[in-house]
């Protein structure tokens, strides 16, 4: 769902008596995607995010990779003539979870569209920011990211087919119809390619997890903030769950969807998921605390979740306004190692606003 934690945050200084021209269309139920025009930008709807998190390995030892590029449509100069009129907002985040560091390196990036700055192309995945872009070629995934101290050059390979999450790609995040996303995963991913850090680069192999969301519906007034994962499980399986929290903390909604390599999807009622806290990391930079370790039911099954480190925390304040925890978990059960994935943690620092 995620990505989740999208807000148009940039102060846009505009002509007096600009407003917006259209409402922005509705997610529905029933609506068939469609690829691979569905893999591409639809500039109509409020928000959007293509979000690929991973596990890699380079010769001395594992680290998480996380690239995300968000598109929001503020619809507050749709009649102003202007080529410069804000009319579509690109933001990017990348990051690297590095045990041997110690804590997330991470950089960010933002544009409004045009101008040779950015653009996200409508007939396939082709978004990009500069020098930073995500592209769906022949049979996956590119991804290149010049961050401030460290550097992607990627290729993510997609064997296993499209998984629509939800009814059919139709997601509910709430209890009312109109807290909806369109949404779909990629799971079980093959990486290749390089990361450079501090300009030391070298080869590295993984496995990753794409998604792919949008939506122009703003969250539920009563809801703070989400806990999400998708989890890359060892078998080729994939498994995502997520709940969002009301102000209390306490599940407002919760959906889960398994499937086994190549198999057909189960998907799982809120009441079928749990997320339990079982070990609590405070941030020494903003004070924040976050669940860093988790023990997710799924239907009958439990995962215990284990952060490759503890210190995972992003601060999007200068793009995306908010601070959130986005790490590589491994997950656990009868207490072996059966996957590994991502968890995120969003609203804990305060509540969310999308």
């Keep these: 769902m995620r990505r989740r934690r999208f807000l148009a945050s940039s102060v846009l200084l505009l002509p007096a008596g600009v407003v917006a021209a259209e409402e922005y269309p509705r997610v529905v139920p029933g609506h068939t995607l469609q690829f691979p025009k569905d893999a591409g930008a639809h500039p109509a709807f409020r928000s959007e995010w293509w979000y690929i998190t991973g596990w890699v390995q380079d010769a001395r030892g ?3 990779i996380q690239v995300t590029f968000f598109r929001n449509k503020p619809r507050v100069a749709e009649t102003n003539p202007s080529a410069f009129a804000p009319r579509q907002l690109l933001f990017a985040h990348a990051a690297i979870a590095d045990p041997r560091y110690g804590k997330l390196r991470h ?4 544009a409004r569209t045009g101008f040779g700055l950015a653009e996200a192309g409508e007939e396939t995945t082709d978004v990009w920011i500069g020098d930073w872009s995500l592209k769906l070629v022949d049979d996956g ?7 401030r ?10 064997p296993q087919a499209v998984l629509l999450q939800g009814q059919q790609g139709f997601s509910r995040k709430g209890t009312t119809l109109a807290n909806a996303s369109y949404y779909y995963s990629q799971p079980q991913l093959p990486v290749s390619g390089r990361v450079a850090i501090d300009g030391n680069g070298a080869a590295v192999t993984g496995v990753a997890w794409l998604d792919h969301e949008w939506s122009s519906e703003a969250m539920a007034a009563e809801a703070s903030g989400w806990d999400w994962i998708g989890i890359n499980l060892n078998d080729g399986g994939g498994l995502m769950a997520f709940r969002i929290r009301d102000h209390s903390g306490s599940p407002l909604w919760a959906v889960g969807t398994f499937r086994e390599s190549h198999g057909t999807p189960r998907s799982f009622d809120p009441n079928e998921i749990r997320f339990t806290a079982l070990r609590r990391w405070r941030s020494p930079r903003t004070g924040v605390e976050y669940p860093v370790a988790m023990l997710v039911k799924v239907g009958d099954v439990e995962y215990a979740l284990e952060p490759l480190m503890d210190d995972q925390e992003l601060d999007s304040r200068a793009s995306t306004g908010t601070i959130y925890w986005e790490g590589a978990v491994r997950a656990i059960r009868g207490g072996q190692e059966v996957g590994r994935g991502y968890l995120e943690l969003t609203g804990y620092w305060k509540p969310l606003k999308l």
Excluded: P, V
């Excluded at 995934?141 to 961050?147: F, P, Q």
């Design 107 to 110: 950089d960010q990036r933002g």
């Design 62 to 64: 594992n680290f998480g």
């Design 141 to 147: 995934y590119d991804a290149k990211i010049a961050a």
């Design 149 to 158: 101290d460290f550097e992607f050059d990627l290729h993510f390979s997609s």
